[in-house]
């Protein structure tokens, strides 16, 4: 679970200096994944993919190294290089899935009591890349392993 309290955390290169950001250990660079995440007592967070090597000055989603789904003022966007792009989901549900399709180059994300894509960011991955996870308060869950949903 990822929380707020910074001093939980050793500060090395690796640490990102703003936000509570957190890259999985897990590294990506082929085929078909899908995770959820369920945030808690959350007004704004980010959930997405970053490469092994985007720099931690920087937030998740702010530069060309990132692709996140951001929900800020309670409203959903598609983020990258600075960008936001509104995705047409209504409020903020407790628990949304991922869909990464590396070779394609498309990250979705899906509405996971629909069992649907709500919105796809496409682009172009060039080199491996791992979940990422951004919170400015509240608590967030991730859930890996899973198998992605029949018609995904």
Known sequence: MLGVDPSLVQDTPLRFREW?????????????????VT??????????????STSRDECVGTNSSSWVFA?????????????????????????????????AGRLSLVDTQKAEVVHTIKTQFRSPICPAFALWD???????????????
Do not use: C, N
């Open 71 to 103: 929900y800020v003022q309670r409203k959903w966007f598609a983020m990258t290089t600075g960008k936001q792009v509104p995705v047409p989901l209504v409020g903020k549900p407790d628990q949304v899935g991922l869909l990464l399709d590396y070779e």
């Open 39 to 52: 945030v808690k007592k959350s007004h704004e967070f980010r959930v997405g993919v970053a490469e092994v």
């Open 20 to 36: 509570a950001v957190v890259l999985a250990d897990t590294h990506i660079d082929s085929g078909r994944h899908y995770w959820e």
């Open 138 to 152: 509240g608590e967030l869950l991730t859930h890996s392993g899973l198998e992605i949903p029949p018609g995904l």
